[in-house]
């Protein structure tokens, strides 16, 4: 049996300005955790070490990293063809990784017994009141300014040589099972929503989504906020300092999240999510027509830059 994955531990990217990339990482949302000459490693409020991590150099994804729940899934790991042997971790949180190199040629870390840090406070918490529920009484709700409150890193988003090679290597090493798999035609795959196989605990409706588009390459990496409003707080801090807006606000369809999208400064696709979907083993996976892909509930339509 397949070890299985708890979550994404972090994304791996290079440039060439770190101090420029800092200043748009924390407009979007997240804080520093350390930082060399040579590398920034940014966190979020969840009490992780870090989850986005940059080294200088030529700009670029690097790769990704899963966190497994502990060193005997490392081991299992060893054995399957392409790993590494297990190594210690010198960067903010320590803890010990196996190094694979995916079918598209991605960095793919396995990653355990990282230490916790402290979990950050969140600034925006004044509950919401709707025509059902009504939480919040004799007091009015402020939302300060400035950047959204990035809690988490939720899910990464491939582009594949060939959706089937790249699926079956990450289900084998991670134990990643099927949300809901795209069609191009009645079973003529594109790619799939992939989540993490947690038994009976519920998890995001996907942690990885493969796309088939015939060359390798970064689609996006999406980063979760506490709730609507301090999404469009982060919305509104981010087109004040005229950053570059790809595709949003609006509602998926496939994960029903709430989603807005931004470039980093070197053309990175990073994206704020809240109110996803949560499935568990008695979720069954699913095949949905290609036009649900970039369907919206509400909101405006994919841009053509998607995807990148």
Not at 2 to 18: G, M, T
Not at 59 to 74: E, I, K, Q, R, T
Not at 236 to 264: N, P, T
């Amino acid at each position: 049996m397949s070890p299985c994955a708890k979550d994404l531990a972090f994304v791996r990217f290079r440039a060439p300005d770190l101090d420029k990339m800092e200043t748009y990482l924390t407009d979007f949302g997240l804080v520093r955790a350390a930082r060399t000459d040579d590398a920034l490693y940014m966190r979020g409020t969840d009490d992780a070490p870090f989850f986005h991590v940059t080294h200088k150099g030529d700009a670029d994804f690097v790769g990704l990293a899963f966190l497994m729940p502990d060193l005997s899934d490392l081991e299992a790991l060893t054995s399957m063809e392409g790993a590494g042997s297990i190594e210690d971790i010198d960067e903010p949180g320590g803890g010990k990784r196996v190094v694979f190199t995916d079918p598209n040629g991605f960095r793919v870390e396995a990653v355990a017994d990282r230490d916790s840090v402290g979990a950050l406070p969140y600034l925006r918490t004044t509950p919401a009141n709707d025509a059902l529920s009504q939480p919040r009484r004799g007091e009015t709700l402020r939302t300060p300014a400035g950047p959204a409150q990035v809690k988490r890193l939720g899910h990464c988003v491939i582009n594949a040589i060939e959706f089937r090679t790249s699926e079956a290597w990450y289900k084998e090493r991670f134990g990643l099972v099927t949300s809901d798999e795209v069609e191009i035609e009645k079973d003529v795959p594109l790619g799939a929503f992939l989540r993490c196989d947690q038994g009976e605990t519920y998890v995001d409706h996907h942690t990885l989504f493969l796309v088939g588009a015939g060359k390798a390459g970064f689609n996006h990496a999406a980063f979760e906020v506490v709730h609507v409003d301090d999404l469009m707080a982060g919305h509104s801090h981010l087109k004040a300092q005229d950053y570059e807006h790809e595709w949003g606000i609006g509602r998926h369809v496939l994960g029903s999240q709430v989603f807005d999208y931004w470039r980093d400064p070197w053309g990175h696709t990073l994206e704020h999510w809240t109110d996803g979907d949560l499935f568990n083993n008695q979720t069954p996976p699913a095949k949905q027509p290609i036009d649900q892909l970039l369907g919206v509930q509400w909101g405006p339509a994919a841009p053509p830059t998607m995807g990148g």
